[in-house]
């Protein structure tokens, strides 16, 4: 049972040759995969996307003003998103989504082989 006070390990392991994964917490597997490089041709209609246009400009309803984190995550809490403190990336944001800023948050994993 998940909880604020009880941190919840996970362990990944790849295969490098076929790219299959797990995610186990504890003995139990949670989630199996495989990872992959796509080949070029994934990409080949990018550069036909139209990129958002970006404005400074006040559209009256202040969607182009910054939001502060605090301010992101009280709006998100009111519409039910309650996101603990680890999971809080947003440092600043935009009302319209358009532009944003985030922290870089790392984490290091240490795997071990027995075999």
Known sequence: MLSEKNEVKFTINILEKTG???????????STGRVYIPEDKVLEMQDKLEAPVLSD????????????????????????????????????????????????????????DNN
């Open 20 to 30: 299959d994964f797990t995610i186990s917490e504890g003995s139990s597997i949670v």
């Open 57 to 112: 400009e006040n559209d009256g309803e202040n969607m182009n003003e910054l939001l502060t984190s605090k301010e992101i995550y009280k709006e998100l809490r009111i519409r039910g998103y309650d996101y603990g403190p680890k999971f809080q990336g947003l440092i600043e944001a935009r009302g319209d989504g358009q532009r944003g800023s985030i922290k870089r948050i790392f984490f290091l994993l240490y795997f071990l």
